[in-house]
C-alpha cells in the first residue's frame, strides 16, 4: 500500500472511531423517543450510510491537506505526518534572524533565549498551541525545527496538527518565503 493511501486509511480509521459516539447517540436518542419499532429501525437505517459518508469526507480532505504540505515542505506524505512530534532542518538561517522572525509574527508566543529558542506556536487562530524549539548551529548553518503537540492536538478532528505547525512555522522562517 502506497503511504498516501496509509495515511489515508489511518485518518480514517480515526474519524470511524471519533464519529461512532454521536451516531450510536443518535440512535439511543431515537429509540427512546419512538420506542422500538419498525419505522423506528428504518429511520435509522441511513444513519450509519452518515457515519461513513462523514468519515470519508474528512479522511480525504484531511489527507489531501497534509499531502499538499508535504509536497510543499519537501517530504514524503506517509503515516509519519500523524505523528505528534515533528522535526524539520534548515539551512542558511542566522541565530538572529530566528529569534527575530519568531519575535515578530502573532503566531508565536513566549519566545525564549538562547540556543535553542523554545515557543509556543499557535494553530488555526484558536487557543491551541503547540511547543515548538529551534536549535541552530552556527558551524554548519542548520537550524533544527522541532514540533510537539499536545494531547488535544494528536487526536481528534486535529490528528496531523504537529505537522501543520511545523509546515507553518518552516515557511515563517525560511528565506524568500511570503509570510
Known amino acids: 500500500m502506497t503511504p498516501r493511501r496509509q495515511l489515508f486509511v489511518r485518518l480514517l480509521r480515526g474519524a470511524c472511531a471519533d464519529f461512532t459516539v454521536p451516531i450510536l447517540t443518535l440512535c439511543v436518542l431515537d429509540l427512546v423517543d419512538e420506542g422500538f419499532s419498525l419505522t423506528t429501525l428504518r429511520d435509522m437505517a441511513g444513519y450509519p450510510l452518515a457515519w461513513l459518508g462523514l468519515s470519508l469526507l474528512w479522511a480525504g480532505g484531511r489527507t489531501g491537506l497534509l499531502v499538499r504540505r508535504a509536497r510543499d515542505l519537501g517530504v514524503e506524505a506517509g503515516e509519519q505526518l500523524l505523528d505528534t512530534t515533528q522535526n524539520h532542518t534548515l539551512t542558511g538561517i542566522p541565530f538572529d534572524r530566528v529569534r527575530a522572525e519568531l519575535g515578530a509574527t502573532r503566531r508565536a508566543s513566549?519566545?525564549?533565549?538562547?540556543?535553542?529558542?523554545?515557543?509556543?506556536?499557535?494553530?488555526?487562530?484558536?487557543?491551541?498551541?503547540?511547543?515548538g524549539s529551534v536549535t541552530v548551529d552556527?558551524?554548519?548553518?542548520?537550524?533544527?525545527?522541532?514540533?510537539?503537540a499536545s494531547e488535544h492536538l494528536g487526536s481528534g478532528i486535529l490528528r496531523g496538527a504537529a505537522f501543520t505547525a511545523l509546515c507553518q512555522i518552516v515557511r515563517t522562517l525560511r528565506p524568500g518565503d511570503a509570510k
Open 138 to 148: 552556527d558551524a554548519s548553518g542548520e537550524a533544527l525545527v522541532e514540533v510537539r
Open 110 to 131: 513566549d519566545v525564549g533565549d538562547g540556543n535553542p529558542v523554545d515557543f509556543r506556536w499557535r494553530l488555526y487562530r484558536t487557543r491551541l498551541s503547540a511547543a
